[in-house]
């Protein structure tokens, strides 16, 4: 598969400031990012160019840091705040703790923001790795949510839960729960949050 840089005769654009504030708020609008991430887009950028027209990547890293020290104070970057609202999406979707956790690592927001946006999930709901077991078996129809069958699929929808992250506890109390509404109550899980 050939990407676009790879094609014979088309070489990517010199890096300028002004081309990098644009493909970096072309960006942020598309796209919630963190600082990191967003240093990762744009230095590749800046290596595509550099390879091809035999700058310095130096130069464009020096570029792309004022870049991202300038749009962090000016609050247009906030990693609290993408990590705060990541962290909840993934909630909702039913990831749990430790995913949630893995995946904003690799958005490269720091520990801290990421125990922070943890935090707020805590005080959201009392037990939220069970709320989010809880939302992920309803999306996929697992435990008490299943239709038919419930028995011969315990084992295929315990293993279904640990590939999300969740405990085997954690697993076992969604998947053999019989009232799915009581379990949801004990997870302090509000649907339609």
Known sequence: MRTKS???????????????ARAALHYLERYATSAANLRR??????LRSA???????????????ALIARYRQSG???????ARLHAESLHRQGASQRLTRAKLAGKGVDAEDIGQALASLEEAAP?????????????????????????????RDLAA???????YDV??????AED?????????????D
């Open 51 to 65: 390879e091809a027209h035999g700058g310095d990547p130096a130069e464009g890293a020096a570029m792309v840091d």
């Open 6 to 20: 790879s094609r014979p005769g088309k070489k990517p654009r010199k890096v300028t400031a002004e081309s990098l």
């Open 127 to 155: 037990e939220p790795d069970l709320a989010a077991a809880c939302n992920y078996a309803r999306r996929r129809r697992l435990g008490p949510w299943r239709r038919n069958d419930r028995e011969g699929s315990r084992n």
């Open 180 to 192: 799915p509404e009581a379990l949801e109550g004990e997870a302090g899980n509000r649907r339609g």
């Open 171 to 176: 697993a076992r109390k969604v998947v053999d």
């Open 161 to 167: 839960l640990g590939r999300q992250g969740f405990g």
């Open 41 to 46: 887009v744009l230095m590749r950028r800046v």
């Open 76 to 82: 247009l970057l906030d990693d609290a705040t993408y």
